[in-house]
C-alpha cells in the first residue's frame, strides 16, 4: 500500500517496530499498520477478507490504478484531477461487472472515450492499444490533455523521460494508467 505517513516507532512486546499510516486503495481510507506489513499488503486487514483473491488479477490492478488517480482529485496536483464513478469508487465487485458485461479481457485496457472526462461507464470502453494509440493521437492534434511521458513499447505502456538528453524509462505496465501513476510519481 501507498505510504501516507510515518508514525514512528511503538514498543510491542518489548520491541520497537516501525508503523505508518497506509491507504487502503479498496475502503479508500488511511489505516494505521506496521510498516513491515504496509509496504507488502493490498489492501488493509478488514478489506481482505472482503476481496478474497481478487487482488491477485489484472483486472484489480487496474482497478487500484484508476482510484489511485482519482484519489488525486482532492489532493494537491490539479493537474491531476480524474473524477470516478461513485459505485466503482465504494465496490471492485461493482467495476468487475461494468468490465464484464463490456467485453473485458487480459489484452485490453480501459479506455476513456473523451480524455477530459472521468472514469464512468458512459465515458469508458476496454480497447486494444491501437485503438488507444489512436486515440492519443487524436488528442495530440487538439492539443488538449494528452498523456505526457507515456509511450507504447510493445505491447506496453512505457512511462519515461529525457534527462539530459538520455531517454531515461521509468518502466513498463500492462495498463495506461499504471503508466500514469508511475510518471507521476517519478516526476513530482
Ligand atoms: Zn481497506
Redo the contacts with the bound molecule.
Sequence with gaps: MELVSEIGTKNVNGKWIGFGIYF??????N?EMQNRSGKKAK?????IN?THGETKTRLFRIWTAIKSRAKLKSGTYADLRVEIYERWASSFKEFKKWAIENGYNEVLTIDRIDNRLGYYPSNCRWATMTTQQNNKREIQKNNTTGHKGISIQGKKFRAGKTINKKAVCFGLFDTMEEAIECYKKMTL
Design positions: 487502503c486503495p479498496v475502503c479508500m481510507s489505516v489492501t488493509c486487514f478488514k478489506c472482503r
